[in-house]
């Protein structure tokens, strides 16, 4: 099955700086990959997505890359501000997204004053 | 729309009992999702269904596990007997079609088995 590695596991950035989290992925034919943030005590939520035939997805502060050949993806948050602490996950999945995702172990973003 | 809803918020119960866990979905979504949290496995899937049928249940640690969906808008996670290691926030999430669909969470089930 599919399997999800994510670097780092704790990142600490001063605020107004970039953030990077990446990951990779084993099956090759995985085709879905969202981010879900996750604030302390709440539940998962998507912050951007991006399918396998695309390179790269924008929206505002925040980018996903994708590099299909390598099998690695990554999260880009710019301008980083208080309240984008908290722990992203990576995902992946064969199916679109409709035969589950598998997780990343997560990273807990500090945006630091 | 109230979202995905989950119940109890929290459950504490003793080695032994059974447990079962309550989740609501988006109305209108066809596929629902069970996951498992902890802080030394991450997120898992434990089962999913499209069309209230289970479709993979192949993350469904052991035979303890079982779940079921009678209609569109109820499913239940049963654990019985419980054990200490099946302490874990358990999330519900619901999509509304199948692939690229994003998956809307449930607050999520803390269950502590002491």
């Known amino acids: 099955g599919e399997n999800v590695e994510q670097h780092p596991s704790t990142l600490s950035v001063q605020e107004g700086d970039s953030a990077v989290i990446k990951c990779t992925y084993s099956?090759?034919?995985?085709?879905?990959f969202p981010w879900y943030k996750q604030e302390l005590g709440k539940r998962p939520q998507l912050i951007i997505d991006?399918?396998?035939?695309?390179g790269e997805k924008k929206d505002q502060r925040i980018a996903v890359t994708l590099n299909k050949t390598a099998k690695h993806f990554s999260l880009h948050i710019t301008e980083t501000q208080p309240e984008d602490s908290a722990v992203y996950f990576c995902?992946?999945?064969?199916?679109?997204?409709?035969?589950?995702?598998?997780f990343g172990k997560g990273t807990h973003l500090i945006i630091q004053p | 729309d109230a979202g995905v809803i989950q119940s109890p918020r929290h459950e504490v119960t003793e080695m032994g009992q059974e447990v079962t866990l309550r989740c609501k979905p988006i109305?209108?979504?066809?596929?629902l999702f069970w996951y498992r949290q902890t802080m030394m496995r991450g997120l898992e899937l434990l089962i999913y269904?499209?069309?209230?049928?289970?479709?993979?249940d192949s993350g469904m640690p052991e035979d303890r596990f079982s779940a079921k969906m009678p209609n569109a808008s109820f499913s239940t996670l049963k654990i019985q007997p419980s054990e200490p290691r099946d302490s874990a926030v358990y999330f519900c999430?619901?999509?509304?079609?199948?692939?690229?669909?994003?998956?809307?969470f449930g607050p999520g089930t803390r269950l502590t088995v002491t």
């Open positions: 999430a619901s999509s509304q079609g199948g692939q690229y669909y994003e998956q809307y």
């Open positions: 099956d090759s034919a995985s085709n879905y």
């Open positions: 991006i399918r396998s035939n695309v």
């Open positions: 995902a992946g999945s064969v199916g679109g997204g409709a035969d589950g995702l598998t």
């Open positions: 109305s209108g979504h066809d596929y």
């Open positions: 269904f499209n069309n209230n049928v289970p479709i993979d």
